[in-house]
């Protein structure tokens, strides 16, 4: 079995794990922005990270299952690639501002904010791998006039049938 075909199996999961790593980041923001009088922009710009993530899985995963019409590869490439780009931005930048505070010792908003950082790297990861399988999928399928999104990209649980 070619490895763009292997891929599909692991899709489904793979979108459960960025399904359930972003409602980690949620609830741990969350947490800091209702325990904070004025929360850093940091924080905001990873709850704003995880608002995202949870439409752009919706997008992600529906539009190929229910309405293929609107699963273009363009499309689910561009929803990827901004993704794993708001990812990175936001994981970068509380570790930057967490660099700077030192000890958490006894600061529960600290190590809330660190564990955001890790979830948040962990789901940066999985979004630059389903981005590079997005885009193997436009440039292979460069020189055809299909716009459909790549089987093996379905969150599907029989991709592979």
Same mark, same amino acid.
């Given at each position: ?35 904070? /009088?004025?929360?850093? @922009? %940091?924080?905001? =710009?990873?709850? &704003? ?5 949870? +439409? #752009?899985?919706? /997008?992600?995963?529906? @539009? %190929?299952?229910? =309405?293929?019409? &609107? ?5 689910? +490439? #561009? ?83």
């Amino acid at each position: 079995m070619p490895f763009m075909e292997s891929i599909g199996a692991f899709m489904l999961p793979i979108r459960v794990v960025q399904f359930v790593f972003t409602i980690i980041v949620l609830g741990l923001v969350g947490n800091i922005v209702n325990d904070e /009088y004025a929360s850093p @922009s %940091q924080i905001n =710009f990873m709850l &704003f990270t995880s608002i995202w993530t949870f +439409l #752009a899985l919706i /997008y992600l995963v529906v @539009s %190929q299952l229910k =309405f293929e019409q &609107f699963a273009h590869k363009f499309a689910i +490439l #561009a929803v990827e690639a901004l993704t794993m780009l708001f990812w990175f931005a936001a994981f970068i930048a509380l570790a930057a501002l967490l660099g700077d505070v030192g000890s958490c010792y006894g600061n529960n908003i600290c190590g809330e904010a660190k564990a955001a950082t890790v979830f948040g790297a962990f789901n940066w990861l999985l979004f630059a791998f389903t981005t590079a399988m997005a885009a193997i999928h436009v440039v292979r399928s460069h020189g055809s006039r299909s716009t459909a999104a790549a089987p093996e990209m379905q969150a599907t649980a029989d991709a592979t049938a």
